[in-house]
């Protein structure tokens, strides 16, 4: 479909902008924003059960430490909220994903210049409906890499069309999604989600210092398989103990806890979703419901 035959407003509604709603067709930032050129910005994505955003602060502390790690002052957090609260009314929605950008703004300074900072503030949203995953996701193996040495890989910075390129690269393998390995060749994430698996009755994922987000739902996942008994491994690990794995799955804010079916048209031992990621699905789902019934 050509970009003149979209209707951004029907599929976005309306749009804040610093401040103001617009409709999505019309919403317009400078084009001398650096968010548009050079990708100089922080942004996350947040799923909306019953017109509650899950994990709000948690989403805005990350923001926080993204803002830092480039220099940008970060927006007060309670506009933030309100605007947040204002997209959602504005388009009369209740189950919903969630998109707050940040980025430097126009300033005018050179392209390295970080010391101006004017933040441009963009809320959006849209309506929102679980995925289904039917016998599991299929991964295949990127030949994009994940840089762990690089600040910018622990946060949810602007400029990913690494990411998008490598989702693309699988999507044309006949692939769901890709699985990116750090320069060091250890198992680091997904194009948009963590990766967990088990094995043997433990709960094995990269760690942080593998240049991996620290995601909030792969937060939640540790949290309770530690209260469920479940033992949990972080580390450093090669592509083949992913592949030997009994289970495994994403986890991110929309996909919530997804299990992966095979890897490299290799499929894992328990059929997809197996015992534990189940599991995981049910109690993951149940803390959701818990700010809707507030």
């Known amino acids: ?47 909306v059960y019953s017109g509650r955003p899950f994990m709000l602060d948690a989403h805005l502390e990350r923001m926080a430490e993204g803002c830092s790690v480039i220099s940008l002052p970060m927006p007060d957090p309670k506009e933030i909220k309100r605007g947040a609260e204002r997209v959602l009314e504005a388009n009369g929605l209740s189950d919903a994903y969630l998109r707050i950008t940040v980025t430097r ?25 679980p995925q289904e995953f039917g016998e599991g996701l299929r991964l295949a193996v990127s030949t994009f890499r994940s840089d762990e040495q690089s600040p910018l890989s622990r946060i949810k910075q602007a400029g990913i069309l690494w990411k998008i390129l490598a989702r693309a690269e699988a999507k044309r393998a006949g692939m769901d999604d890709a699985v990116l390995l750090n320069t060091n060749g250890h198992i680091a994430e997904a194009t948009s989600a963590n990766i967990l698996w088990m094995r043997s009755g433990t709960l094995y994922t990269p760690s942080l210092n593998c240049g991996i987000l620290s995601g909030i739902t792969r937060r939640i996942v540790i949290e309770i398989a530690r209260e469920q008994g479940i033992a949990v491994v972080e580390g450093e690990f090669a592509l083949g103990e992913l592949g030997a794995a009994d289970e495994a799955f994403l986890t991110s804010s929309t996909l919530e806890v997804a299990p992966i079916r095979s890897l490299n048209d290799k499929e894992f031992a328990d059929a997809a979703p197996g015992p534990a990621t189940r599991q995981f699905m049910e109690l993951y789902h149940s803390r959701t419901l818990c700010i809707t019934s507030h």
């Open 1 to 47: 479909m050509h970009a003149d035959d979209l209707d951004l407003t029907e599929i976005w509604g309306q749009i804040y902008v610093n401040g103001k709603l617009a409709a999505a067709g019309g919403a317009a930032i400078s084009a001398l924003d650096r968010g548009l050129l050079y990708g100089d910005g922080v942004f996350e994505t947040i799923r």
């Open 105 to 129: 703004g126009a300033t005018g300074s050179l392209w390295h210049d970080l010391a101006q900072a004017s933040p441009t503030i963009i809320i959006m949203t849209k309506p929102f409906s």
